[in-house]
């Protein structure tokens, strides 16, 4: 090795890197300064390349995530007349993604358009910040994947596949109903995080109506509903729609 020029040494710290994976040490000749000590340089590496592995870890979580649209909190617009009866306190407690290691739920309730989507995957950007497993999927699609799973004997394999990331965000739980069948297999999800993993949902109808879309079937609604609202904060988004609001502005 001592025999190597300072071009070969340096050809073959890059190619090991390389093969390594290691991105910031490739260019390692950028972090050399004679004022600083070989520790120095080392720690500044090192810490590039954590931001490098990080900043990868967050875009394949995003990736798996699968929002159809990404919306941060910084763009959610707080307003008391628009969402009187939404706390941004409880908001932003939300933010720091306590409830996900307390394993509860979030469920934000309110008339179409006042941006419970929208807040949702917010707090779910902020759980893959924060290096949590997020998916996301629309209850309609829940239901038909869960079907499919079944009729392909893969049913087990499916709910273990959906379950394994640390919060599920199901949105439009209410825009349609289901049958006895497309109810039993959502009651199947939501019992199988029950107390194990976070759960965040998103519907348009009070807790009262959501019998109607499971099949008017009182006994598993009232299960459902008490296996995701046992342990869970209810975000109150009744109020104006977005829109409306925006247009009044104009």
């Known amino acids: 090795m001592n025999d190597l020029s300072h071009n070969e040494l340096s050809n073959k710290i890059k190619m090991i890197s390389r093969d390594l994976k290691l991105q910031a040490f490739e260019e390692y000749n950028e972090y050399i300064r004679n004022d600083l000590s070989t520790e120095e340089v080392i720690h500044n590496l090192l810490k590039a390349e954590q931001s490098i592995k990080d900043l990868s870890r967050y875009k394949y979580r995003m990736k798996m995530a699968k929002f159809p649209v990404a919306k941060t909190l910084d763009t959610f617009h707080f307003d008391r007349k628009r969402l009187p009866d939404l706390s941004k306190d409880a908001v932003m407690d939300l933010a720091t993604c306590k ?99 976070s759960t965040l949902v998103t519907s348009n109808l009070a807790f009262s109506k959501w019998l109607s879309i499971l099949s008017n079937d009182e006994e598993l609604a009232s299960a459902l509903i008490g296996r995701i609202t046992q342990q869970s904060t209810i975000l109150n988004m009744n109020g104006e729609d977005y829109r409306v609001y925006l247009s009044k502005k104009l």
């Open 99 to 197: 409830f996900i290691e307390e394993k509860r739920n979030v469920i934000a309730l309110g008339n179409p358009g006042t941006g419970k989507t929208h807040l949702l995957t917010a707090l779910c950007i902020e759980a893959i910040v924060k290096g949590y497993s997020v998916k996301f999927i629309r209850a309609s699609d829940l239901v038909t994947q869960m079907t499919e799973a079944k009729n392909e004997n893969e049913l087990a394999k499916y709910i273990k596949r959906i379950n394994a990331c640390d919060a599920l965000f199901i949105d439009e739980f209410g825009y349609l109903s289901y049958d006895a069948a497309g109810a039993s297999l959502l009651y199947q999800v939501f019992a199988n995080r029950y107390e194990t993993k």
